[in-house]
């Protein structure tokens, strides 16, 4: 279990930080067992759970065995006025995402993000020989999700919440020592400063709704001021703000991530490049000129889908998440006590050749017909604390898809750059790569 309260968090943070963290994991199914093994993270007893059954009993068990936990840096970041710890928090607002995160609800603002989509491509990739994908890709999904959760669109109030994003991250699985200079005491930081900022919007669109200048379905912060719980009470304005935070900081890096594997990736395979291409080129031609993408051209997304999936399988932007046990069971022989905190890894089955045959090969059509054996591919995790803004990503991913490679073919300007996972999985160098817009 390693040493003294830091147990063995240096050694996971840093098979990730050197680009290898499915290391820690099998060295110790190797070593221990193939099921479970146990160790120490982030200052606590930890057991984690391996294999398509680890999944499956982690995210079957949902307040049953055992329920959701976060590091306590998680709790310090996201402090809330009303609730007592990020548990609360987070089962009240999982009550409320459904209604503006279901497939239904966000059929709506397929048309909005393809014209967010569009004007970042004109602003920001058109016209340059060279780019940066991951910080184009966060702003990207930043832009969107302050239009689409707040309704903010001018780019100078945009760009004066992106900056602190980044240090948030970080801390969120940094190490909880709140001193000057920590990554832990900048994430502290930075969520007070955005929280603040939140305040103040929502300030003004309780303004905006009760002078009907704003309606009622604009974006989710409208959804969250006029939904009450089930004894008719109304979130107060810090909530929100804390929710809104959670939301932009859950969607945010996750989906830049993706994003920015998924171009590494067609830049590396020519083949699966052209097919994407195909598959959108035909849905472009069958659109009037100026028209934007709508739910039936999402459903004709099919192949490119199935590539951000083989993407996502490869280079999972979470790599696990936590629970924690609330009485004491059995698993695997091995009795796990009351209060251990239990982790599930995305690692554990993605490259596992028992549930992925040639695990290391590209293979989008692994993802065709009834796709991977269940508990087996799990980027957006299981159960009922699947990630609710699993439907929102595949939207934005597959709308950049869309656009990027209707506009371009890019190569990569550093061939063998490598990745470091801190703690999401991101080229060392941001991916530059070298743009090559299509000929009309
Ligand atoms: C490719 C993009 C994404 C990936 C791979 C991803 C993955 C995940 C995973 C693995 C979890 C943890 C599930 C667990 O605890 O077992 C999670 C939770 C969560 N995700 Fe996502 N996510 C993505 C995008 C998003 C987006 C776009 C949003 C918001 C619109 C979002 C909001 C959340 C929230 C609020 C939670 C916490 C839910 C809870 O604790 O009950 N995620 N996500």
Redesign the pocket.
């Given at each position: 279990m390693g040493l003294p309260f830091i147990g063995e968090s240096i050694q996971f943070l840093r098979t990730g930080q050197k680009g290898h963290p499915e290391k820690f994991i099998y060295d110790r199914m190797a070593k221990f067992s193939p099921q479970v093994f146990k160790t120490s993270l982030l200052g606590e007893p930890a057991a984690v759970f391996c294999g398509a059954a680890g999944n499956k009993f982690l995210?079957s068990n949902e307040n049953k065995l055992v329920h959701?936990w976060w590091p306590s840096s998680v709790d310090k970041i996201f402090p809330s006025s009303q609730q007592t710890s990020s548990k609360e928090a987070?089962?009240n607002?999982?009550k409320l995402?459904p209604g503006f995160?279901k497939p239904e609800a966000l059929q709506r603002y397929i048309g909005i993000m393809d014209m967010i989509a569009q004007r970042h491509f004109d602003s920001d990739w058109d016209n340059k020989l060279e780019v940066t994908v991951f910080p184009l890709a966060k702003m990207y999904?930043f832009w969107l999700?302050c239009r689409l959760f707040v309704s903010i669109e001018d780019p100078e109030h945009v760009a004066k919440f992106a900056e602190p994003f980044n240090a948030l991250a970080s801390a969120i699985i940094s190490i909880p020592i709140d001193l000057p200079g920590t990554s832990f005491n900048r994430g502290i930081k930075a969520a007070n400063l955005i929280r603040r900022e939140l305040r103040a919007i929502i300030k003004q669109r309780k303004i905006d709704l009760a002078e009907k200048k704003a309606s009622p379905s604009q974006d989710i912060l409208s959804h969250m001021l006029l939904t009450a719980d089930e004894n008719g009470q109304f979130m107060n304005e810090m909530d929100i703000a804390d929710k809104i935070l959670?939301?932009l900081v859950?969607?945010h890096d996750?989906?830049s991530?993706?994003i920015t594997f998924i171009v590494k990736y067609l830049a590396e395979l020519p083949d699966i490049y052209n097919e994407v291409l195909k598959e959108q080129m035909e849905i472009a031609k069958s659109k009037a000129s100026g028209e934007l993408l709508n739910w039936e051209d999402i459903q004709k997304m099919k192949y490119s889908w199935n590539v951000a999936c083989e993407v996502?399988r490869l280079a999972?932007?979470?790599q696990?998440?936590?629970?924690e046990a609330i009485t004491d069971f059995m698993y695997a022989g091995f009795s796990i006590p009351k209060g251990w905190k239990l982790y599930?890894s995305?690692i554990s089955t993605h490259r596992n050749p028992e549930c992925f045959p040639e695990p290391e090969k590209f293979n989008p059509s692994r993802f065709e017909g009834n796709g991977p054996a269940p508990y087996t591919y799990?980027?957006?995790?299981?159960?009922p604390?699947?990630?609710?803004?699993?439907e929102?990503?595949r939207l934005?991913?597959l709308v950049f898809m869309h656009n990027a490679v209707k506009r371009f073919t890019w190569e990569k300007m550093i061939p063998d750059e490598k990745i470091i996972v801190n703690p999401l999985p991101i080229p060392e160098k941001g991916l530059p790569v070298r743009l090559h817009p299509h000929e009309c």
């Open positions: 995210f959701a987070a089962k607002l999982r995402l995160l999904t999700a959670g939301l859950g969607g996750t989906a991530a993706a996502m999972p932007p979470l696990g998440a936590f629970r599930w995305t799990v980027p957006f995790g299981g159960g604390r699947m990630c609710p803004g699993k929102y990503a934005e991913i």
